[in-house]
């Protein structure tokens, strides 16, 4: 949200900016209880999101030109990450040469899949980007994880239920839906269609 008014020079509206705030209080009183607090986990958390929100702004900033398109930016987003791959994984080329499954037919179709699915998660982030905002695709993205979330208090992971942590969730979740809704009736009065 900030990064948006300070590159993209767009505010959203006050009920979208408090649905912000309640997603991140909720984070916060979430962490408040975390039994295994982790001070690196917690930086390294930080600093992907601030890179995250930075990618979506560029996305956004970039998609509106001309020449770019969804396309285009997976195609340059593909095309730079191309040589910063290869630097990481170069060490492990030789293994990767080395490895015994290469001729194997069901490896080589998961591979294949998993190479499409990747591509297209990609895509999709990109195309929602660019359809809507970098916020919106945050707080979908925040959205994707509840079921995941709540049934993991239900004991099938391992969770030890606390209410601060159960209440900060509940929060954030609330949050995020509270800005569903405000961008729903927003587009929906900007179409022109009656509010349900």
Request: charged share 10%; hydrophobic share 50%; with cysteine.
């Amino acid at each position: 949200m900030f990064m948006e008014r300070l590159i993209l020079h767009r505010t959203p509206s006050c009920g979208v900016q408090v649905s912000v705030v309640l997603m991140i209080l909720g984070a916060f009183i979430a962490a408040m209880k975390d039994l295994n607090f982790d001070a690196m986990g917690y930086v390294y958390v930080m600093a992907n999101n601030v890179f995250s929100a930075g990618n979506y702004v560029v996305t956004k900033q970039k998609s509106e030109c001309a020449a770019f398109g969804s396309v285009g930016s997976l195609f340059y987003c593909a095309l730079l990450s191309i040589p910063v791959s290869a630097a990481i994984a170069s060490p492990d080329f030789p293994l990767v040469y080395k490895f015994d499954l290469w001729l194997d037919w069901g490896f080589l179709v998961s591979f294949g899949l998993s190479t499409v699915m990747g591509c297209m998660v990609t895509f999709a982030t990109i195309y929602c980007t660019t359809v809507n905002s970098g916020l919106t695709t945050s707080v979908i993205g925040c959205l994707r994880n509840v079921i995941p979330v709540y049934l993991g208090m239900l004991r099938v992971f391992e969770y030890s239920f606390d209410p601060t942590n159960f209440a900060g969730h509940t929060i954030s979740v609330a949050g995020a839906i509270a800005y569903s809704a405000l961008k729903l009736s927003g587009a929906r009065a900007a179409r022109g269609q009656p509010k349900h």
